[in-house]
């Protein structure tokens, strides 16, 4: 009987907190995080005196922040599913 409780007791301990398909969501949440950082960032200027007025489109104040966002929200439902 002793032996039984300490085989089940090593199994528990080698088991991981989540498992492959947790780490393959973790990912692609990690990617559109990534994707909406990318969407966020605007190409430099080659004159740093110009002013440019696409920093204040739809893209970068609206739809970047709303797709890191979502990567975040995806994240923590990868963590938490089974």
């Not at 966020?40 to 080659?46: L, V």
Request: hydrophobic share 55%.
């Amino acid at each position: 009987m002793a032996i039984q409780k300490t085989n089940n007791a090593e199994n528990k301990e080698k088991e991981f907190a989540l498992k492959k398909k947790n780490y393959i969501l973790l990912a692609i949440g990690f990617a559109i995080v990534i994707l909406g950082f990318v969407l966020m960032a605007e190409a430099p200027s080659a004159d740093d005196s110009v002013f440019k007025e696409e920093i204040y489109g739809f893209r970068c104040i609206t739809l970047a922040p709303m797709v890191v966002l979502a990567g975040f929200v995806f994240e923590i439902y990868a963590i938490m599913k089974k």
